[in-house]
Nanobody, 117 residues
Framework: QVQLVESGGGLVQPGGSLRLSCAAS????????MGWYRQAPGKQRDLVAH???????NYADSVKGRFTISRDNAKNTVSLQMNSLKPEDTAVYYC???????????WGQGTQVTLSS
């Protein structure tokens, strides 16, 4: 059974920081590409950051320079360090795991990030 369990969300003031983590189980973590998506109320779910199994990364333009994605294959975790947070970063953040060759793709249950002054 595949599980992606996110943690680290919460309420933060603009300009603050949060670190999201996603613990994966039931997959061979090291061969999966990992990512973070987010969905704000009334909006579509969009890619925030992505890291391949070879540690290549890419980011949405809106978070470049503020967010950093990283992975720890020894701990089966992927993290998203979010700095200089803005009100528009408020969303539910979802962890994903994808294996292109097999077409397998999994989602976590999401963690809420809310910006409020």
């Amino acid at each position: 059974q595949v599980q992606l369990v996110e943690s680290g969300g919460g309420l933060v003031q603009p300009g603050g920081s949060l670190r999201l983590s996603c613990a994966a189980s039931g997959i061979i973590f090291s061969i999966y590409d990992m990512g973070w998506y987010r969905q704000a109320p009334g909006k579509q779910r969009d890619l925030v950051a992505h890291i391949t199994r070879r540690n290549f990364t890419n980011y949405a333009d809106s978070v470049k320079g503020r967010f950093t994605i990283s992975r720890d294959n020894a701990k089966n975790t992927v993290s998203l360090q979010m700095n200089s947070l803005k009100p528009e970063d408020t969303a539910v953040y979802y962890c994903t795991a994808g294996h292109l060759a097999s077409g397998q793709h999994y989602w976590g249950q999401g963690t809420q990030v809310t910006l409020s002054s």
